[in-house]
């Protein structure tokens, strides 16, 4: 049977979404086809924003209108018709799924334990333990409650449970006061201590003590979490927007001030990422509060609302053109005391468009709760296949065991800016970028990105400038550099990272977003060089396909490798694929199988065969091999009966980059494999290139692959 886990609260408010979110990514670690499922959907005018959010992260092929059970008019109208109807519909889900997860309703319009009933009802009737979310705050979002209320909410909640006989799998306090975490769970699980679990078998506890069974975790508040951005204070207001950079509306809005005041008075009370409400008619004020935003002596600014019905006179829209401050303007129409009211009422919520508050929830999630724990109560088989999702959530995992520094030399392209915000967050590795520390962390803070914990270093940096130029100097000094030579040398920010690297200051580098790949890994050929025995550098592709990952080599770097080069490029893939947990079965490709063609392409890739054997007699390497022989268990029951790589290959070695680049954009293309890479290999330290087409999940991957590498370039 499916596994399945309803996560419901017991009012409105709690944050439910964000434990949501961490239990999909969670699942996503152990199972191929992870589901969702919304019983009732929080209103048929618009798409419910949560099961938006989960169904980006889910792995069920499964649409929208099939993860919606029923409406609240039904459930209203006829209770026991509803349950039908969402007992119905879940088949479908669980048919297309290995593990769902059921979100319960939100009290869009309740605030009685009799929607609490109603999901438990629904809990119990598709056999779906509870993980209980309760609301460390108040139904006000204002006050934070003390362990002795949240007790008592325990206490209420679960009697609803025992009632409808749901059984509980585990609690969480969600919003919790960050200062009490210890004695709420403390006093969450007395609230637990002689309740007897019913209606949910093994997996939740059923029969047995609360206290010592039922795990109860603290999620602490997180401001930004319940923060509106000021694209969400645009619409609640019905404003105008006058001027500003589209990719800054979804800033959130961390604080409100009410700039009703002269100046000299406005600019101590500015707020880091605070909206600052200016009536419309005084341009002073509206001109002086985008100039703070542009200074590096105030705080970086999430957006200006101009109230009262004014919009700014032609002459200062030509001055404000003039500066070019992509500071987000909008104008409402409302007084000074209904702006600030309408601000106060707007709810932030954690939605699929919303990168920075995801990190945020998955980085607290991982934190506060205990995954394994959880996992292991639902009692999920071990997976039969390692999908994309599950090879990247790997990599993640792997490179946060052991934290490595990487430096991002390109501080001045968005993309990488908001990777390291993700990085940051999840704790995936310590970082440095590349750029001037005021300019990179004044667009840092426009786009909503947290760098406080990453260094920013300039590359005229004047003391590691003279440093790294006398080190290059020396290492090139057979090619005649000088000192002052490599002075302007090593300010270029690709050589500046290399050295960095090269000098253990940092134990990796990743760029290429806005370089070429000559650029980024020339200075790597010159500096840190190959590892002994390695005669060139070479790249593989992960190729992450539905149910494994196969490694592709060479498809980046060598036009047209020579038998020695092959051998090379097959002993570091198998080494490479070693380190991301592959089996090494090395298929070195031609147009021709064993023994039946000859001709200069397949001598050469039979030489390159006979030297990998040499070089590691223990590896499994099959040569010269065709595709279809290599990857086919049926072609190679044909052509090769009695080889241990025909038909199980897991490493592809091309004879040529025009086959391997071609080859590995078809299968991708094609099969809908996720390619990541190229991941260069036989430097003596890791430096890996970018796709100057990258995606910020690109570059989160590829800085995980390289921290890996620099794990065991430590060992």
Known sequence: MTTRIFIASAEGHTGKSTVALGVVELLQRRATRVGVFRPVARTTQERDYVLELLLAHSTADLDYDTCVGTTYERVHNDPDGALDEIVTRFAAVEAASDVVVIVGSDYTDIGSPTELSFNARVAANLGAP?????????????????????????????????????????????????????????????????????????????????????????????????????????????ARLI????????????????????????????????????????????????????????????????????????????????????????????????????????????????????????????????????????????????TPLMFEHGLLDRARADRQHIVLPEGDDDRVLQAAGTLLQRGTAQLTILGEEATVRARAAELGVDLRDAAVISPFDEQLRQRFAEEYARVRAHKGITVGQAADTVTDVSYFGTMMVHLGLADGMVSGAKHTTAHTIRPAFEIIKTKPGVSVVSSVFLMALADRVLVYGDCAVIPDPTSEQLADIAVSSAATARQFGIDPRVAMLSYSTGESGSGADVDKVRAATALVRERAEHLLVEGPIQYDAAADPTVAAAKMPDSAVAGRATVFVFPDLNTGNNTYKAVQRSAGAVAIGPVLQGLNKPINDLSRGALVRDIVNTVAITAIQAQGSAQ
């Open 130 to 238: 509870v993980l209980l979310v309760l609301g460390g705050r108040g139904q006000d979002g204002t006050a934070a409650r003390t362990p002795a209320e949240l007790r008592q909410v325990a206490e209420v909640t679960r009697a609803e449970l025992r009632a409808e006989h749901a059984g509980l799998l585990a609690v969480v306090v969600n919003r919790a006061d960050p200062d009490q975490l210890n004695e709420i769970v403390a006093a969450v699980e007395a609230a637990e201590h002689g309740a007897v679990v019913a209606g949910a078998g093994a997996a939740a506890g059923a029969g047995r003590p609360g206290a010592s069974d039922i795990p109860v975790w603290a999620i602490p508040e997180d401001p930004l979490l319940v923060a509106p951005s000021f694209r969400t204070l645009v619409e609640s207001l019905d």
């Open 243 to 386: 001027r500003g950079d589209d990719a800054l509306l979804d800033r959130e809005v961390l604080g409100t001030v009410i700039a009703a005041m002269s100046l000299e008075n406005v600019l101590p009370r500015l707020l880091e990422g605070a909206v600052v409400v200016v009536p419309g008619d005084r341009s002073d004020v509206l001109l002086g509060t985008i100039l703070a935003h542009a200074s590096d002596t105030f705080p970086s600014l999430a957006g200006v609302l101009l109230n009262g019905g004014f919009e700014p006179a032609a002459s200062i829209t030509r001055l404000l053109d003039g500066l070019g401050s992509p500071l987000p303007v909008a104008a409402v129409d409302t007084g000074t005391f209904d702006t600030a009211v309408g601000i106060t009422r707007t709810r932030g919520r954690l939605a699929a468009d919303s990168p920075r508050k995801q990190d945020a929830a998955l980085a607290l999630f991982e934190r506060s709760v205990d995954g394994e724990a959880l996992a292991s109560r639902l009692d999920l088989a071990p997976p039969s296949a390692v």
